[in-house]
């Protein structure tokens, strides 16, 4: 009996790769931990993702969800990558997590994006959001995505706003005030 593929072949890639001028979106790759695990201990990071830092266990945890979420949903994270250096910068994208929030957000896919510290004013998050949310437009079902971000983080804030999230309700999460945005799927 003879297989209709074969079993050297590569798999499809599950994770669709963007293009950007100056980076790459791809999906996790473990060498993606080293970078992961650094950029989750700077203060100036995760001072508005939950206020603590991140163990190497928990990043690699979300990297797996990452995956996950592709292989599930259809849809999930990238890793981006700065191409002039070939180095993981952060993560960019969207997930279902359940979170136990009201109003809730299950079902619908979440934006999330974070970055470097290093890297913040260049650009890059722009264009990766760009990226993910022209992905998002032509490839999601749902009539729109959402996202939370801590009343405090102004800078992704501005972000938001800027590609079309709107602030529809603000709620405590893990008993921290956060504001809960949504942003339309664009008419054509």
């Known amino acids: 009996m003879s297989l209709p593929f074969s079993l050297l072949s590569a798999p499809a890639p599950l994770v669709p790769v963007l293009d950007t001028p100056d980076l790459l979106l791809r999906g996790p790759r473990p060498t993606d931990l080293h970078e992961g695990a650094a950029m989750h201990?700077?203060?100036e990071f995760y001072r508005f993702l939950g206020g603590k830092p991140h163990s190497e266990e928990d990043v690699w945890r979300r990297m797996l969800s990452h995956m996950g979420?592709?292989?599930?949903?259809?849809?999930?994270?990238?890793?981006?990558?700065e191409k002039a250096t070939g180095r993981f910068v952060g993560t960019v994208g969207f997930f279902d997590v359940q979170r136990d929030l009201t109003p809730s957000l299950?079902?619908?896919?979440?934006?999330?994006w974070v970055l470097a510290p290093r890297l913040h004013g260049r650009g890059y998050a722009s264009q990766a959001l760009q990226a993910?949310?022209?992905w998002a437009d032509e490839h999601l079902p749902t009539p729109r995505t959402t996202c939370i971000i801590d009343p405090g983080n102004t800078a992704s804030l501005h972000l938001a706003n800027k590609f079309g999230y709107q602030e529809f309700a603000r709620a405590m999460y893990h008993g921290e005030e956060i504001v809960l945005l949504e942003r339309p799927r664009p008419v054509e």
């Open 41 to 43: 201990q700077d203060p």
């Open 69 to 81: 979420h592709w292989g599930m949903l259809g849809y999930g994270s990238w890793s981006i990558e």
């Open 106 to 112: 299950k079902g619908t896919p979440e934006a999330g």
């Open 132 to 134: 993910a949310l022209a």
